[in-house]
T-cell receptor
Framework: SQQGEEDPQALSIQEGENATMNCSYKTSINNLQWYRQNSGRGLVHLILIRSNEREKHSGRLRVTLDTSKKSSSLLITASRAADTASYFCATVTGGYQKVTFGTGTKLQVIP | DVKVTQSSRYLVKRTGEKVFLECVQDMDHENMFWYRQDPGLGLRLIYFSYDVKMKEKGDIPEGYSVSREKKERFSLILESASTNQTSMYLC??????????????FGEGSWLTVV
């Protein structure tokens, strides 16, 4: 089964609104990362949060991590049509840095 | 910039054929990964390699094998392709830093159709 599970599976919002995606995982992690995928393309790294961090910002992105609940959230503020994509969380575990992805959230931002 | 190159973007193969998917990275990364991506299932790890000639099974290794003879190249092999292996295959690489964490770099994907 997947290490990470995103919620919701799909999200549709108006341009300018905020988008929040959640990720839950099952085992202890080294770090957690969020990726973006445009339709039919490879994934692109957005942000990494280490297991000893609780919150991180990068531009319009804000990531939180709660290791006690084994969950993370990605907030995109002031969304734009160009943010339309699928977003995946990835957990990194073990000494060899095994990377496991969740099922993704498909975000649609309507202009 | 790191580049991960997958040799074939689109392939159509017949059932029973042996299929090779090639991946090359140019940043001297220790770790390399193969995933398949299917609608509603996200990315599932097939195999990963943390060093030359080393490999570890991921979550769905059945029907696949891998080869890592050189650090920069990681090949995924479908010994006898079946229609349920029709999918998008993604190769990725990363540095093996145990403490700080590192970014995973992806190729553009290979769309495989088995008929």
């Amino acid at each position: 089964s997947q290490q990470g599970e995103e919620d919701p599976q799909a999200l549709s919002i108006q341009e300018g609104e905020n988008a929040t995606m959640n990720c839950s995982y099952k085992t202890s992690i080294n770090n957690l990362q969020w990726y973006r995928q445009n339709s039919g393309r490879g994934l692109v790294h957005l942000i990494l949060i280490r297991s000893n961090e609780r919150e991180k910002h990068s531009g319009r992105l804000r990531v939180t991590l709660d290791t006690s609940k084994k969950s993370s959230s990605l907030l995109i503020t002031a969304s734009r049509a160009a943010d339309t994509a699928s977003y995946f969380c990835a957990t990194v575990t073990g000494g060899y840095q095994k990377v496991t992805f969740g099922t993704g959230t498909k975000l649609q931002v309507i202009p | 910039d790191v580049k991960v190159t997958q040799s074939s973007r689109y392939l159509v193969k017949r059932t029973g054929e042996k299929v090779f998917l090639e991946c090359v990275q140019d940043m001297d990364h220790e770790n390399m990964f193969w995933y398949r991506q299917d609608p509603g299932l996200g990315l599932r790890l097939i195999y990963f390699s943390y060093d030359v000639k080393m490999k570890e099974k991921g979550d769905i290794p059945e029907g696949y094998s891998v080869s890592r003879e050189k650090k920069e190249r990681f090949s995924l092999i479908l010994e006898s392709a079946s229609t349920n292996q029709t999918s998008m295959y993604l190769c990725a690489s990363s540095l093996q830093i145990h403490i700080a964490g590192n970014t995973i770099y992806f190729g553009e994907g290979s769309w495989l159709t088995v008929v």
